[in-house]
């Protein structure tokens, strides 16, 4: 059962996120995080605090991705040079949401009645 904690959901890959949420987010939440992992980088919480700046990002795209029809796993193309994150950053934060991309939404209720196609 998905989490009503509105904290909970922004570390959880599970749902999607629409475009302007994506980008409201990296204007406010990522500079926030990154910004207290690197004052806090030189202290025993500096792994900490990056650990969480990660796990914020990857919930982030991987939303994002979601909402676009992908799975998470698309957040690999990020190890390829150049080409892979510019191919990320145009599919997440230039293109609109697709309906395929209700399938992972986390707040549908599971309907056992019906069986997909």
Known sequence: MPSTNAAAREFSTAGTLTRR????????????ALWIAIAVADTPLGWAAALVATVLLISIWGRRLHDRGRSAWWLLLA??????????CIECGLRRS???GRRFDAQRPADYLTVAP
């Open 79 to 88: 190890a390829l040079p150049v080409l892979g994150p510019l191919a990320l």
């Open 21 to 32: 949420g994506f980008w409201l987010r990296h204007g406010t939440l990522v500079p926030l």
């Open 98 to 100: 697709v309906p395929e």
